[in-house]
């Protein structure tokens, strides 16, 4: 498989880059992969690159995109950070990604028992990390069920993966407040903006429903 090329990426629509990602998907869990000389993509895209999508994930070691979902070289820009939120530099790396770079998706990913998120629910207090917690703790406060306390945290992993899915649907829904530029583009049918879950259990994405 050749690495993306101007005329690939023009011929992308933004349901085909999720079709994309979703068979890769597919190939990652049966454990197939699809036919790629990655040298000969370096040497590809050594001119330039044109990627397809823009996948905003948390950094956990499980969790890389493009292993995840099958890619090669020059296929995707890759976001990672603890809790795959959104702030003014993502929200610049997406816009630079979709407006100027061309790709067609942003995908938010989280992932089941999620370090960041446990975090979030046990209302973790720790140097640097104590900010990036309470950027979290509005999807672990928009969780109602359970509302026993003592079932509100990282023991509870139904809870912890309830937390997950909201925080994906909140971070969404902070991109499009918060870049009017990826709105504008989505409302215009330019790219899609979708949510998904990586099952650490299985390598399964689910793509979730808005």
């Not at 959104?86 to 979709?98: A, C, K, P, R, T």
């Not at 061309?102 to 046990?122: N, Q």
């Not at 583009?185 to 650490?200: F, H, P, Q, S, T």
């Amino acid at each position: 498989m050749k690495a993306h090329t101007k005329e690939t990426q023009a011929t992308m629509t933004p349901q085909k880059a999720l079709d994309f990602l979703k068979e890769g998907n597919e190939r990652f869990q049966q454990n197939l992969k699809a036919n790629r000389n990655l040298l000969e993509q370096v040497n590809d895209t050594k001119e330039g690159q044109f990627p397809f999508a823009t996948i905003l994930s948390c950094i956990d070691s499980r969790v890389s995109a493009e292993l995840v979902f099958d890619q090669g070289l020059g296929d995707i820009f890759s976001v990672r950070i603890a809790g795959n939120f959104v702030n003014e530099d993502i929200l610049g790396s997406m816009e630079f990604g979709s407006k100027l770079a061309g790709t067609k998706l942003i995908v938010v990913l989280g992932h089941t028992s999620c370090g960041a998120i446990k975090g979030a629910c046990d209302h973790v207090k720790m140097g640097n990390l104590t900010k990036l917690i309470e950027k979290i703790t509005p999807a672990v406060d928009a969780v109602k069920e359970p509302q026993d306390d003592s079932k509100r945290n990282s023991a509870n992993n139904e809870f912890v993966d309830a937390v997950a899915v909201q925080n994906v649907k909140m971070t969404i829904d902070n991109i499009r407040k918060e870049s009017e530029i990826l709105k504008q583009m989505e409302d215009n049918k330019e790219i899609l903006i979708v949510g998904g879950m990586y099952d650490i259990n299985d390598g399964k994405v689910t793509f979730l429903e808005d």
